[in-house]
């Protein structure tokens, strides 16, 4: 529901008054120009894997083409850094382009407004941009119309773009420090007649890897240069996986099964081998690396999720457990998509429905995580002495 109340915004993310469709692009990569014409949405990742560089697009229109009223150009992605002039004028302008792995416009949607004395009866628009390595640089649509109706189209797109991850991601945040006070609780008590319970500190552990991961989706200023800054996020999502996985597991009481061993050891193998794997793919201009990386993540959660909710449905399952699975399965399934999609397709604007999908993951794995402290505490033998 979700991914369908997303893809229905974005259908008006595109129907201004005039929006480019091709585009002469111009690119750079070390030191070699080539001249082409692109369809927009133009994504430089796709167009030239694991290599940087900068590119010059143009766009030619006419006058008689623009409403009467004030008008404001609107772009849903434009990145890595961009400089934006129409006729010879820069109208707008964000990051350094010659320094590589500064600051990433292309995570927030930009909004310029154009002064009308600047359009002529043949009009030439004209965007320079830094392209990194891995950042998914490039322009995602250009959009001219009446300045009510692009600020309309701004303030939807951000809302989803940026207001909506960062809500999650705070909420992740203070779930987590609920469950590392629930950790810490657990051993002064000694809930259940044993020491801090693990349920409790993977569930912290998973919780502000996410709120990391989101963060740096919304974050332009890395606090590191890139693309070394690029692989902790993408680490940060394999230890939120694993460690969910890993909690299921707590939770169904799986501790005792003959696989239960083996499946860890191939949760940490997986996890180790992201620390070769990411930044050999960002810092080493491999992307196939990481894409393999994800793959072999996805693939993982996905076959524990269809198991949990195998086991959640048989009789020894309860309406909890058959949540949980349920949420664990459709985030292994929309993180699948969503990596198909970035890598096989352009794209709106790169918008992970894994973020939005977390949300239902996120409510459900805290509710587990309390249910979890309750039944717990109520075996604690500092609690019948209470009663």
């Not at 469709?21 to 694991?50: H, M």
């Not at 008590?189 to 919780?207: E, I, K, T, Y």
């Not at 332009?220 to 909690?247: F, N, R, S, Y």
């Not at 587990?368 to 033998?381: G, K, V």
Request: with cysteine; hydrophobic share 50%.
């Amino acid at each position: 529901m979700l991914a369908l109340v997303l893809v229905s915004s974005w259908g008006g993310l595109h129907a201004g008054q005039l929006q480019f469709e091709n585009a002469i692009v111009s690119t750079t990569i070390d030191g070699k120009v080539s001249r082409d014409i692109v369809t927009l949405p133009f994504r430089w990742d796709l167009q030239y894997p694991g290599l940087a560089g900068s590119a010059v697009l143009e766009f030619e229109f006419m006058a008689d083409q623009l409403p009467p009223s004030p008008v404001g150009l609107y772009f849903p992605k434009l990145g890595s850094a961009y400089v934006v002039s129409l006729n010879g004028v820069v109208i707008g302008r964000d990051g350094d382009l010659l320094v590589a792995g500064g600051q990433d416009t292309g995570k927030a949607p930009r909004l310029m407004p154009v002064n009308a004395e600047l359009f002529k009866p043949h009009n030439i628009l004209r965007i320079q941009l830094r392209a990194d390595s891995g950042r998914k640089a490039g322009v995602s649509a250009v959009v001219i119309d009446e300045w009510g109706k692009v600020s309309a189209l701004f303030d939807e797109y951000r809302l989803w773009r940026v207001g909506v991850p960062a809500a999650i991601a705070v909420a992740h945040a203070c779930l987590a420090v609920l469950s590392v006070l629930l950790w810490w609780w657990s051993g002064r008590n000694r809930w259940g007649g044993a020491g801090p319970q693990p349920v409790f500190l993977f569930s912290a552990v998973a919780m502000f890897c996410w709120a990391l991961r989101l963060t740096d989706s919304i974050w332009e200023t890395p606090p590191l240069p890139w693309p070394l800054w690029g692989a902790i996020p993408v680490l940060g999502l394999g230890v939120w996986g694993c460690c969910c996985a890993h909690m299921c597991m707590l939770v169904a009481k799986w501790d005792d099964r003959p696989w239960a061993a083996a499946f860890r050891l191939w949760l940490v193998a997986i996890l180790l081998s992201g620390w070769v794997f990411v930044p050999w793919g960002l810092i080493g201009a491999h992307p196939a690396l990481l894409t393999i990386w994800y793959a072999v993540l996805g693939l993982t959660l996905l076959a524990f999720s269809v198991g949990l909710v195998k086991h959640s449905m048989g009789s020894g399952g309860n309406a909890g457990g058959r949540l949980l699975s349920g949420a664990v399965l459709l985030s292994a399934c929309i993180g699948l998509l969503d990596l198909l999609r970035m890598r096989t397709h352009a794209g709106v604007a790169d918008v992970a429905l894994l973020y939005y999908a977390s949300i239902v993951f996120g409510l459900i794995l805290a509710i587990t995580t309390f249910q979890y402290a309750r039944a717990n505490r109520q075996l604690s033998p500092k609690a019948h002495q209470a009663a």
